[in-house]
């Protein structure tokens, strides 16, 4: 990774003392990958945190990519590198590690088991025209056109 010119409060997330959490949020461009690649290049350089210790999270698959390259690109091997994981994966592991049978599934996915379980408990009759709606009600429980969806019952949670 190239020197970059780090602006203060770039700064103030790359040199944060090690003890302490940080969450970093700004607005789109404005440097985070780059920032947090540094900040976690000196965690294991500078403050030789184990990798192992650190976990650096986000919201898309392609920030995680993105983060990951470049968290790599700054962090000399065989020097390892930490995990980098969105939280919907990353609440999933843990969902997992707990014992829980989980799945992350897409919304066109989650509208289909929704449409096939008010169907089978006879809430939705299959040929009514306002399935649509019915089905669609419940978008506020998707977040960002991604379900969680668990259940300790392996019964429903294997369908």
Known sequence: ?????????????????????????????????????????????????????????????????????????AIVPPAPTPTVATYHAHALSILRASGMRASIIARRDAYKLMKELLTSLGLLNDGDKSARGTVSAPRGCCARGVWCMCDPNPDVAGR
């Open 1 to 73: 990774m190239a020197p970059i010119a780090l602006d203060q409060f770039q700064q103030c997330v790359v040199g944060f003392p090690p003890e302490r959490s940080l969450v970093v949020s700004a607005c789109a461009g404005s440097g985070k990958s780059t920032t947090l690649a540094l900040r976690t290049k000196a965690l294991v350089g500078r403050w030789a945190v184990p990798a192992d210790r650190i976990l650096v999270l986000t919201f898309s698959t392609r920030s995680r990519a993105d983060l990951t390259s470049k968290i790599s690109e």
